[in-house]
């Protein structure tokens, strides 16, 4: 707010604060509406031509518009991750893992064992400021 070395009352840097992020949330809300309405029309669209491929038996078809491909996508989970880990370790295959680090976790283990860190480890700190609207 000043860009120069003019005082402005914190109270009132709150203020605006808050004012401009209800209007970036109602913003965002109005936007999402728009957003999950089209991605509403685009699922039933996609789903059309998914059973009129599935009725070709074809697996991809060129239009004048664009050419439309059928696949396969597979997503794998677990239901039980305790069964899981000990599957990776007796395994011996870790990159079974996404690489990333669980950042819970990892302060926590930190915060425990403070002279085991791991070797190559990074972090990046940085202070962030919020208001909280009086109510």
């Known amino acids: 707010m000043a860009e120069d070395d003019t005082y402005v009352p914190l109270d009132k840097c709150a203020k605006a604060y808050v004012t ?3 209007r970036l949330k ?3 809300d109005d936007f999402d509406a ?4 089209l991605k509403a029309q685009q699922d039933k669209i996609r789903f059309y031509m998914m059973e009129e491929m599935k009725k070709l ?3 991809s078809l060129k239009t004048n518009e664009g050419t439309i491909m ?25 990159d079974l893992y ?6 819970k976790n990892m302060a926590e283990w930190l915060k425990n064992n403070p002279k ?20």
């Open 57 to 59: 038996g074809s697996t």
């Open 98 to 103: 996404e690489r990333r680090i669980a950042q």
């Open 70 to 94: 059928m696949s396969v996508k597979t997503r794998y989970f677990t239901n039980d991750w305790d069964a899981f880990k000990q599957f990776v370790l007796d395994n011996e295959v870790p």
């Open 26 to 28: 109602k913003m965002q």
């Open 34 to 37: 728009e957003v999950e309405a």
């Open 116 to 135: 085991k860190v791991p070797a190559g480890l990074n972090s990046e700190a940085s202070y962030d400021v919020s208001v909280r609207k009086n109510s």
């Open 20 to 22: 401009i992020r209800d």
